[in-house]
């Protein structure tokens, strides 16, 4: 569904499709669309802070060609395309690429990707959910996929739990030749599914194992291996200085790593004391970098805090789960993980998103209890209403929540946010917009 964030109106919706035939849902094997829709992206870094942004350099020009011509196509596009490639900077020995900026007023086509239960993959226009082609084969039906991601005409997601009998492990979709390849690994992909390096190298975490994939070929270029523990989020990777790719990830004995990708088979650069009590599934990991450059780490956390765990700012007593956060500091001339803060306590927290010095963070309220043979049922009657927070990013202190807003609680996805607006998506099937009011 499109829906308009203005009006709160949907402005399209669009069926695609179901395997039939499949096991019964249950909670581990849902059925149906288990991964979220996502846009093609980049994986270079951002451009510094800094750079003039983007001016009109000529007179205004209508996207509608000349008589007879019609309006832009897809040809003009990857002219267009080309001329940026060809205009960006060149790149240092030893330095990373960074993403060309783009105009927000260029003309471009732009699409929404999606894997329905029947394996096939989407590719529909934002405007109005067409599909200007068929959709392509890529996973078995009735598989669990999770972590969808689209970069360099490629689409790359995971698959977890075994159902549909499709096996665990990495997959990929090159959009032009439509070939496809495989990963398969030897425990369940853990986390929100892939981290992507600068260079579109591909990081999944399954058991005790760290993977560096090839975008191509999905070959291993490499691997780290955690001793006597597994982990339980997916990593996340970022820059650390001008030279260096840093990645940290989270394991099941409520402890944080901080490794260096470049030479992933070696031991950690640093390793926090555990932050969590409780086997907690981390799920996926935030980071960010403040107007003084310090690179932050942040991880949300089940059940009560872990003690020793060092957090130099509290926020009350936490019983059900938090939000923590640590520092990437040098120490002894290596990059070093330091405590920083926790949050207020909150009931399951979901990974959160840092936006202009303000994490997000939804406390979703479920119920995450062991027992395998608790029914979904069950567990919705023990859950809560989920609460939006808004949290100060250097100490973690509450700056605002929703409240009673939130009538249901949240099952599966996370936050999003854009426009001024951050968005949750609740089990009830409700759709909530929170930011500043505007005029229209």
């Keep these: 569904m499109a829906i308009d964030t203005d009006l709160a109106r949907i402005e399209w919706e669009k069926s695609l499709g179901s395997a039939s035939g499949g096991p019964a849902p249950s909670l581990t094997c849902p059925g149906g669309m288990t991964s979220e829709v996502t846009r093609p992206t980049l994986v270079e870094y951002p451009a510094m802070a800094g750079r003039r942004g983007f001016g009109r350099g000529q007179p205004a020009a209508s996207g509608v060609g000349e008589p007879h011509q019609g309006a832009v196509t897809l040809r003009e596009r990857e002219e267009r395309e080309a001329r940026l490639a060809a205009q960006a900077p060149s790149v240092a020995p030893g330095s990373r690429p960074r993403a060309v900026p783009v105009s927000p007023f260029a003309p471009v086509v732009r699409y929404l990707h999606a894997i329905s239960s029947d394996g096939k993959f989407h590719s529909m226009y934002v405007s109005n959910g067409d599909e200007p082609d068929a959709a392509v084969p890529f996973l078995p039906p009735n598989a669990n ?165 060092g957090f130099a700012s509290t926020n009350g007593d936490v019983k059900n789960g938090a939000i923590v956060a640590w520092k990437v500091v040098e120490r002894g001339g290596a990059p070093a993980l330091e405590a920083a803060w926790a949050s207020r306590d909150m009931i399951s927290p979901l990974p959160p998103i840092v936006i202009n010095d303000v994490v997000f963070v939804v406390a979703s309220g479920e119920f995450r209890g062991n027992d395998p043979k608790m029914t979904a049922a069950e567990r919705v009657k023990r859950s809560s209403p989920a609460v939006l927070y808004a949290l100060d990013a250097a100490t973690g202190k509450e700056l605002w929540s929703s409240g009673n807003t939130i009538t249901s609680f949240v099952h599966s996805g996370g936050l999003s946010g854009g426009g001024s607006r951050v968005y949750v998506s609740t089990h009830d099937g409700t759709q909530y917009a929170f930011g500043f009011p505007i005029e229209h």
């Design 145 to 309: 996929a999770q972590g969808l991601v689209v970069f360099n005409d490629n689409a790359y997601v995971a698959t977890v739990n075994g159902c549909g009998g499709v096996p665990n492990g990495v997959w990929a979709l090159n959009l032009k030749s439509k070939k496809v390849s495989q990963w398969e690994a030897s425990a369940n992909i853990v986390g929100a599914g892939l981290a992507v390096g600068p260079d579109g190298t591909l990081y999944a975490a399954a058991g005790s194992k760290l993977a560096a994939l090839d975008p191509a070929t999905l070959k291993e270029k490499a691997a780290y291996t955690a001793a006597n523990r597994e982990f339980s989020s997916s990593p996340v990777i970022f820059e650390h200085g001008e030279d260096k790719d840093l990645l940290a990830i989270a394991t099941s004995d409520g402890r944080m790593q901080l490794l260096n990708p470049a030479a992933l088979g070696q031991k950690p650069l640093s390793e926090t004391s555990a932050f969590s009590a409780a086997g907690y599934a981390t799920g996926a990991l935030a980071a960010w970098q403040d107007a003084d450059g310090t690179r932050w780490v942040l991880a949300p956390a089940g059940g009560s805090a872990a003690s020793g765990a």
